[in-house]
């Protein structure tokens, strides 16, 4: 399929403004954290406040002096464009266009940085509302006089993915720093490079079912994790099934986990779940944790557990784990993930330890 147009999100599709943050911040890690949390400002935000504001207040909430958001501003004209970009743009035989969660006076000094022609330059300022919100898709698509499913949406961000694709726009997602998706909306296509004429066409292909791309999402490396992220898993409650598949698979059966008399007999309301049985509630491939880091986990090494309350069968149980450790080495790091895993009761009946083997970033 051809369009009629393209619209570009900037300051990550285009431009390559993680190193300017990392930059200023004084290191990759404070940057990716403050980066971080400023897309969950704007991406929450709705209405538009001033950009440079929402800049601030990201780096005063990880704990970061909130003078950057001048220092940044200061250094803007710094913004370098990914390597591939404005040749690949230069080539496009449609309009272009850009549509930016920025001020316009930002905006535009940032579309110029690109060194290439746009039709429209839209930012959150001139619409009055931040994207994901439809009205700044639909205002570039006004300017464009284009319709949306004729409008190709290349995405730097998560949220661009959900946003562009609810007013109709096929999605393109330039995931550069493999960043998690927001949801469960899939792009028409995905890359970690801006669309060459190879990954254009790859798009125009992305109707035809691919094996390789029936996966959660990009891979995330060693680097892209961060102390204190969570990954909660789907609660259950504990029914006599589960009881029984635990009995078939450990060959464990001692009646005080499977006969509801001699429990009773010895002071308990129900059957008392084995502590295994506690402790697998919190195997990471009930969550999303090894679809987020994708092929750069190279094994589960071990784990630990301490059962804190009985757990009855009826119980409902709430696991999650939380990133508690990065212990980088050469070319993988450990991953020291704590457990926890609670009651219907808010009760913490069992925590622990889990440490997995994660590739870093291949260069």
Request: charge should be neutral; charged fraction near 25%.
């Amino acid at each position: 399929m051809t369009y009629d147009a393209v619209v570009f999100d900037l300051l990550t599709a285009l431009l390559d403004s993680w190193t300017l943050w990392n930059d200023v911040a004084g290191s990759p890690e404070d940057g990716m954290r403050w980066r971080r949390r400023y897309l969950e400002i704007t991406y929450g935000c709705g209405a538009y406040r001033p950009y440079e504001t929402l800049v601030r207040e990201a780096a005063r909430d990880v704990g970061l002096p909130g003078s950057l958001g001048g220092g940044l501003e200061r250094r803007w004209g710094e913004l370098a464009p990914w390597p591939e970009a404005p040749g690949v743009l230069a080539k496009l035989p449609v309009p272009l266009a850009v549509a930016t969660n920025c001020s316009i006076r930002l905006g535009r000094q940032a579309a110029d940085r690109v060194g290439v022609p746009f039709k429209t330059v839209t930012t959150a300022e001139s619409v009055g509302f931040y994207k994901p919100r439809p009205e700044p898709y639909q205002a570039v698509l006004a300017a464009l006089g284009t319709a949306p499913e004729r409008t190709l949406f290349v995405a730097g961000s998560a949220s661009d993915v959900p946003g562009a694709k609810a007013v109709g726009m096929p999605v393109y997602w330039h995931n550069r720093v493999g960043l998690p998706p927001r949801d469960d909306t899939r792009p028409d296509y995905l890359e970690p490079m801006v669309p060459t004429q190879r990954g254009r066409r790859r798009v125009a292909e992305a109707g035809q079912f691919k094996p390789e791309e029936h996966r959660f999402g990009p891979t995330h490396w060693f680097e892209d994790m961060t102390v204190g992220q969570k990954f909660y898993i789907n609660s259950r409650t504990q029914t006599e099934a589960m009881f029984a598949a635990f009995q078939l698979a450990s060959g464990d059966n001692h009646p005080i986990h499977y006969d509801r008399e001699y429990c009773k007999a010895r002071g308990h309301r129900d059957l008392l779940a084995h502590g295994l049985q506690v402790a697998i509630q919190g195997a990471a491939g009930a969550g999303i944790f090894p679809h987020v880091i994708g092929d750069s986990l190279i094994g589960f090494l071990e784990q630990s557990s301490r059962f804190l309350k009985p757990v009855y069968c009826g119980d409902t149980l709430y696991p999650m784990l939380e990133v508690s450790e990065l212990k980088p080495g050469r070319t993988t790091g450990v991953m020291v993930m704590k457990l926890t895993i609670h009651n219907q009761k808010g009760e913490l009946v069992c925590d622990g330890e889990h440490k997995y083997l994660v590739k870093k970033r291949p260069h």
